[in-house]
Each structure stands twice: as C-alpha cells, then as structure tokens.
C-alpha cells in the first residue's frame, strides 16, 4: 500500500524522485501544507474509493497516520 | 501539551504578528514597512482582527489568518478573510484549515467569503463545501483615446472594443458626486440594502472609502431623476501610470439592476475626463445584464491587457479567484476583502 500512496506523494509535490517512508512526518516534507494535504486526501479517497471525514483529516501528521486510517478503513469495508 | 494554541489576537500581539509577516512572508510588505497601515486594516473597536496560531512551547507564532468585518456585529455580518499564512515544515500539516475553522467557530459569521484566493487552494474551500470561482474583468475604452499606454489592444482590432449603449432609460437618472461624511450618509440611508450580499454597513463604508489613509476614492450616488430617491451610490478610483490615466470601479452598493444605468452614466464620464479607460471585477452579476452596457468582458478576447497591478504596474491579465458559503444571490467586486489593498507605503506610492 506504501507504494501507491508514495505514487500519489510524488503527484501531489511534483517530485518523481520523492521517497517517503511509514516514519515520514509533516514536518520533514517542507510543502505538506494545508492544500497538499486536502490533495493528498482526495487523491486517497479516488485511488481507495472511500470518504475521510474532516475528523479524520484532522488527525493524519505523518505517513503512518495514513497508512493506519487506511488499514482501518479497509477492516471496516470487509 | 498540544503542539499549538490558537486564539483570536489581541492588541498586544501586533508587534509578533508584523514580525511574523516579515520573517515568514515578505520582509518588505506593506504591513512591515507602514505599521499605521496595519492598523486602519485590521483595528477595530476592541479588536485586532486576526487569528493566530502559537507554538505550544516557545509561544511563538507559527500562523495567522486575518479578516475584515462588514459590520459591526459579527454573529450577522459577512466576514471576509484577508491575510492567511502558516510557516512552512510544521509537525501538523493542516494547521491552516484548523485556523479558518476556529474563525468560524468563534465568530460564528452569518456569510464567509475571500475574494484574492490563490487558485492552487481552490481545492480546500471545495474540500469545506464552498463555492469558488473566478471573477469577471470588464473594461471600457475611451472613444477618443487614440494610442493606449496602459492597456494592450491589438491596434487594428479597436473598434471591435467599442460600441454604443443599448439602454434608453440612463437619461431618468443623474450620478451625483458625494462629498464627504453626510453626503454619504444621506445617500446610503436612502438606499435599499436589506438583501444585499454581502452586507455593507455605512460605518464599514466609511471607514473603507471615506477614512483610507493612501488612496483617494471619487463617490457618486446614482439617483432618480423624479423622485431624487439614491438607488446605487458607486466608489471609483483613478490610477495614473505611463503619463496618462485610467479610472477603477471599485465598489457598488444599491439595487444590482440599476448597475447597467450607473455603468453608462460612468462610461460618459470616462470620455468627459480623458480616461484611457475603465475597468472593474465583479462576480454573482447576470453577464446578461451588463451586455446592455458599452462594457466589454475580457474573457471574451484574446490578446488584449487590460491591467490589474500598479505597484509596481505590470502589463498582465490577472485572474481573481474567490471563495464563498453562499450559493447565490451575492456580488463582490475589486473592493471586496483587500484585493484594493496598497502594495507600496505612503510616500513612495506614485500612483
């Protein structure tokens, strides 16, 4: 699942080379801002087929946070 | 603790935030460089109106979001954000979003609007449910402006630009220069304002166009000829650049169809005073309406510049985008928000 979110990353910054990990915080991407972030989540929610709420959106801070609510998401869905 | 605080500014804070516009946005904006300038922006009676977001340990400011209030009450007044930064390699990615929420918490605005959103974050507002959009740009030659030195129109297309009202009933209504505090509000009183989006106050109106401490404003109220009844009263600027000079229309309040007979008064007005041209932004207006008038919409050409920036001037088309909670039923124009905001202090500002 990592590969594809890092796919929608390099997307999203525009940068092909852009690696990120499950340990990639917020703070170490210099443009993960608020329209990164809203990005981010729409991409998530086309490529998964799901719905954040404002909640959730809220809460993410780091790669893992994403990896986690996606996780949660898929359990949920089964 | 949490990583941040954020709460409604006070008037001790406005040295942090000034700092915070100079070391995270521009060492030398306006704001930085002219500190009165900052105040008849965002001071109001017992309020600084900004938002600001604090790191949870070194208290420092990390975001801002500012605004400008239409009236004097907030719970029903339309509130327009003007100013919304956050430092960069934050450890909350969505700090932004979480400031304009905590705005709508605590004002609780009746309306939200911003007219000047940079358009790569048009995505946050759809995000939020809002409506975006971008403003059309109108424009008006002069028929005896023979050469242009402000905006571009390929030369031998001119007269494509130029045609001749198809209102016949301009003539039952005169455009009255208002003069001062009382003229404007006799005027304004006489005005039928009660749906009008967004809600201009009279205090707001002054303060906007009257008490500007750097751009002079030329206000007329456009009145019935038989009854003497104001049923628009409209806020012009003029911009010299290049030797020569141009006339804005920055604002408008009364009846929105009145607008076509206010613009043809004004169109005569630009011929009687040697404007090169005039031009205004709107959003919300029937562009049905305005094909009565001898004003054109600039998307509907190619290759013709019709100016936004002054300070310094540059020769482009700039697109204004702007957000709102309404659905309909509203209409901005330039003034709206601080999209006629100075870009130079006083004293170094020729325009």
């Known amino acids: ?78 | 603790m949490n990583f941040f605080n954020i709460r409604h500014a006070v008037f001790a804070d406005e040295e942090k935030i000034i700092n915070f516009i100079k070391t995270d946005w521009k060492a030398d904006h306006i704001f930085v460089k002219d500190q009165d300038f900052f105040r008849y922006q965002y001071e109001d009676v017992g309020s600084l109106n900004f938002f600001i977001a604090e790191h949870g340990i070194t208290r420092e400011i990390i975001g801002i979001l500012g605004y400008i209030n239409y009236s004097e009450n907030c719970k029903s007044s339309d509130i327009f954000l003007a100013l919304w930064k956050v430092r960069s390699h934050l450890e909350d990615p969505f700090l932004g979003v979480k400031l304009l929420d905590y705005l709508i918490k605590d004002l609780d605005p009746q309306r939200l609007h911003c007219v000047g959103i940079n358009k790569k974050t048009t995505g946050i507002y759809k995000y939020m449910g809002y409506l975006t959009g971008a403003m059309d740009h109108y424009f008006y030659l002069n028929k005896k402006t023979k050469t242009f030195k402000i905006a571009y129109f390929p030369e031998e297309s001119t007269n494509e630009f130029i045609s001749e009202s198809l209102d016949v009933f301009s003539s039952d209504y005169t455009l009255d220069l208002l003069d001062g505090q009382e003229d404007l509000k006799q005027a304004y009183e006489k005005l039928n304002v009660i749906n009008m989006i967004p809600s201009k106050s009279f205090g707001y109106l002054r303060k906007r166009y009257l008490l500007h401490p750097i751009y002079k404003y030329q206000i007329f109220a456009l009145k019935e000829k038989w009854s003497d009844k104001c049923v628009a009263i409209v806020f012009l600027r003029e911009v010299v650049q290049n030797q020569t000079k141009v006339l804005r229309m920055i604002d408008f309040v009364g009846s929105i169809d009145k607008i076509t007979y206010l613009l043809n008064k004004i169109t005569n007005y630009v011929d009687e005073n040697s404007y090169e041209y005039m031009d205004f932004y709107c959003a919300g207006i029937d562009k049905e309406l305005l094909k009565t008038t001898p004003l054109k919409n600039l998307k509907d050409f190619k290759n013709v510049v019709i100016p936004n920036y002054f300070e310094p001037f540059v020769q482009q088309n700039i697109d204004i985008f702007y957000f709102t909670n309404c659905k309909e039923n509203f209409y901005f124009f330039k003034g709206d928000g601080d999209q006629d905001r100075p870009n130079i202090p006083r004293g170094k500002n020729e325009c």
């Open chain 1, 1 to 78: 699942m990592i590969s594809i979110v890092q796919e929608i990353f390099r997307d999203v910054f525009d940068n092909e080379e852009l690696i990120i990990t499950k340990e990639t915080k917020s703070a170490e991407l210099k443009d993960w801002d608020s329209v990164a972030h809203i990005d981010i989540l729409i991409a998530l929610e086309n490529e998964f087929s799901l719905k954040f709420s404002i909640e959730e959106a809220y809460n993410i801070k780091s790669v893992k946070d994403i990896l986690d609510l996606l996780e949660k998401k898929k359990l949920n869905k089964l």
